[in-house]
């Protein structure tokens, strides 16, 4: 397979995004539908080649590649991650399409915005390179930051786009600053030089000068993307944001971002910091310790404290939105058992968190563009006595949200309880029982304000007639077919997800394909 081949899921996303901005200067009627479709078309291709290249991969037709100078290198881990980004972006669209439509909202350049970030999620994951890294990071906020004000009749959404422009910039500059600081003391940006560097003290030029400055550049290179996943103390912006913006682009946010940020995490500190499978912690003393700790920290805050914020909120996106961060939390517990390079733990802890990200992505979109599309995504109308009675007003809907919901909880057998099952037990294969007891008993604090949702939406009677063309909120299984195909999909994904584990006890064999690729994406992290 040529190069050109290789990079092609990338080409298809920046042309299609071109494209679909230029058609919004040429078209001759006001619709976003087009555009919308095209994206579609666009992100459905992108996933095909990429889904392609796995498959190749796993058999051994393929073998990873450099690009661009050591700039860019595709493996099955960056591969299944930009699968997470376009299996979410698609979910993601079809919400988008319909929302705008119902808001009478006609101009299609939003779809292109979100061509281009999901490009920026994708080139951030397979980067090796700390400069090309930062430039897609960049290419993934700057049209998020438009997206998010883009219902410019909104002062919340304005509001929203404003504070995460000016944060996100900050949290770009503390960033580019730790990579500056690695620079300086490494003279590399590339990951894998840098990786030799960390576990040998060792540089082309001698040994590294200054070891505090080059803690200090490792520190806010993290302190950056833990920005972008909203881990506590750092996720004062997400609850006002993720109200603020408009459903789909919430969703879409708390799902891709996510994923991008912490596949670049993995990357670092599994290949960077320790080095992959059988490198000792004693090899990086100078980093190993104080990092390990201050990874435990934020893990345990933000698990504990958005669940606990949580539980006095009213508004459903706001639930949402501090659910979304104590799922970072709980991912991150996966990232302290990845750090720990005992036999092949590490690369089980990375399988099982590309496997929880699949998931979260999955049942994060989902619960979003529904709540928008019930509550009509308006400030008055996002309160959870809003959804009184909504189960049996529109049955479709409130099934979905229901079955998201308790996926968000860890309800058996649905994939979020696998998802958490296999961090947390790759946490106590490592010997970090306090850890993970710790995430199960934050789990437990957050089933009451999950089973909340469910309460509005079946035990309480609805204030008020509901009006589905009036509040865009009405679904039947004969309108809106690709918004309901998106759901039905969402719903499917969740089951079939959830039993797929199971086959590890032979139970349903053909079910367990995610959960091997994902085992596939984590061992390619020890070939770089």
């Known amino acids: 397979m040529t190069s050109f081949e290789i990079f092609s899921p990338y080409t298809v996303l920046c042309v299609g995004g071109l494209v679909v901005l230029l058609l919004e200067a040429f078209k001759k009627h006001p619709t976003q539908l087009y555009s919308g479709y095209l994206s579609l078309a666009t992100q459905a291709i992108a996933l095909v080649l990429v889904w392609r290249q796995i498959l190749l991969m796993k058999s051994g037709e393929l073998s990873s590649a450099t690009l661009f100078r050591n700039a860019i290198h595709?493996?099955?881990?960056?591969?299944?991650?930009?699968?997470?980004?376009?299996?979410?972006?698609?979910?993601?669209?079809?919400?988008?399409?319909?929302?705008?439509?119902r808001k009478q909202i006609r101009y299609g350049e939003y779809h292109s915005f979100q061509l281009f970030a999901m490009l920026g999620m994708m080139l951030m994951v397979v980067s090796v390179e700390l400069v090309t890294l930062f430039i897609s990071l960049e290419l993934m906020s700057l049209p998020i930051y438009v997206m998010c004000g883009y219902r410019r009749d909104r002062s919340e959404g304005i509001e929203s786009s404003l504070k995460y422009f000016i944060l996100g910039g900050f949290a770009a500059a503390v960033l580019i600053f730790g990579i500056a600081h690695i620079y300086g003391q490494t003279g590399t940006t590339n990951l894998t030089d840098i990786a030799v560097a960390l576990r040998t003290g060792q540089v082309s030029g001698g040994v590294i000068g200054n070891t505090a400055l080059l803690q200090m550049?490792?520190?806010?290179?993290?302190?950056?993307?833990?920005?972008?996943?909203?881990?506590?103390?750092?996720?004062?912006?997400?609850?006002?944001?993720?109200?603020?913006?408009?459903?789909?682009?919430?969703?879409?946010?708390?799902?891709?971002?996510?994923?991008?940020?912490?596949?670049?995490?993995?990357?670092?500190?599994?290949?960077?910091?320790?080095?992959?499978?059988?490198?000792?912690?004693?090899?990086?003393?100078?980093?190993?310790?104080?990092?390990?700790?201050?990874?435990?920290?934020?893990?345990?805050m933000t698990m504990l404290?958005?669940?606990?914020?949580?539980?006095?909120?009213?508004?459903?996106?706001?639930?949402?939105?501090?659910?979304?961060?104590?799922?970072?939390g709980y991912m991150l517990v996966g990232v302290r058992a990845m750090s720990s390079s005992q036999d092949t733990g590490g690369d089980q802890a990375v399988a099982a968190l590309l496997y929880y990200l699949m998931v979260y992505g999955i049942m994060t979109v989902g619960a979003f563009i529904i709540v928008g599309r019930i509550t009509g995504d308006e400030k008055e109308r996002s309160s959870l006595d809003s959804l009184n009675g909504i189960g049996y007003e529109m049955p479709f809907l409130s099934f979905v949200l229901a079955i998201c919901v308790l996926s968000m909880a860890g309800a058996p057998p649905l994939a979020g309880f696998w998802g958490k099952y296999l961090v947390f037990k790759s946490a106590v294969d490592q010997g970090f029982i306090g850890l993970a007891v710790f995430a199960v008993f934050t789990s437990v604090i957050a089933v009451y304000y999950y089973l909340r949702i469910l309460v509005h939406l079946y035990m309480r009677p609805a204030v008020e007639a509901?009006?589905?063309?009036?509040?865009?909120?009405?679904?039947?299984?004969?309108?809106?077919?690709?918004?309901n195909i998106a759901l039905g999909t969402v719903a499917f994904a969740l089951l079939w997800l959830g039993i797929g584990p199971v086959s590890v006890f032979n139970v349903i064999p053909d079910c367990s394909r995610f959960w091997n690729w994902a085992q596939f994406a984590a061992y390619s992290l020890a070939g770089m």
């Open 74 to 101: 595709i493996d099955s881990f960056g591969l299944f991650v930009c699968a997470i980004v376009l299996v979410t972006g698609l979910i993601a669209t079809v919400g988008a399409i319909e929302y705008f439509e």
């Open 217 to 300: 550049g490792v520190g806010l290179l993290a302190a950056g993307l833990l920005f972008k996943i909203a881990a506590v103390p750092l996720h004062f912006w997400l609850p006002d944001v993720y109200e603020g913006a408009p459903a789909p682009v919430t969703g879409f946010m708390a799902a891709g971002v996510k994923a991008a940020a912490f596949a670049v995490m993995i990357k670092f500190l599994y290949v960077g910091y320790t080095g992959g499978p059988g490198v000792s912690e004693s090899t990086n003393p100078f980093l190993q310790a104080p990092f390990d700790q201050i990874i435990v920290v934020f893990a345990c």
């Open 305 to 328: 404290i958005p669940n606990l914020i949580a539980l006095r909120q009213t508004s459903v996106k706001r639930i949402l939105a501090y659910s979304s961060i104590a799922h970072a």
């Open 466 to 483: 509901v009006k589905p063309d009036a509040a865009g909120a009405g679904v039947t299984l004969f309108r809106d077919w690709d918004f």
